[in-house]
């Protein structure tokens, strides 16, 4: 049987949520002015495709930032999650 630890995907819930709203008021409104501007190649994916990558990523970070919240007894664990936490960012 699963066991979960409320707090800490509590935790690692609001630090994903907090990371997507401070992302969001760091960007402000460029993505109507400054973005459409750019000179796009033509095999630019479709905004709906960048959304779903962007929506992977927030919950592999979740998963991440879990596993290193409930891992933070084991020490062993702790930098290949880290390593993989670092990886996921590298991808956005």
């Not at 779903?52 to 702790?78: K, N, Q």
Request: with cysteine.
């Amino acid at each position: 049987m699963l066991s979960f630890n409320l707090p800490a995907l509590f935790v690692s819930l609001v630090i994903t949520i907090v990371m997507a709203i401070l992302g969001g008021l760091l960007t402000g409104n460029q993505l109507t002015q400054w973005f459409p501007t750019l000179q796009k190649p033509r095999f630019q994916l479709p905004l709906w495709a960048f959304i779903s990558v962007g929506i992977v990523v927030y919950l592999l970070d979740t998963i991440i930032a879990y596993r290193l919240r409930a891992a933070g007894d084991e020490p062993d664990r702790s930098p290949h999650l880290i390593d993989s936490f670092g990886d996921c960012h590298a991808l956005q």
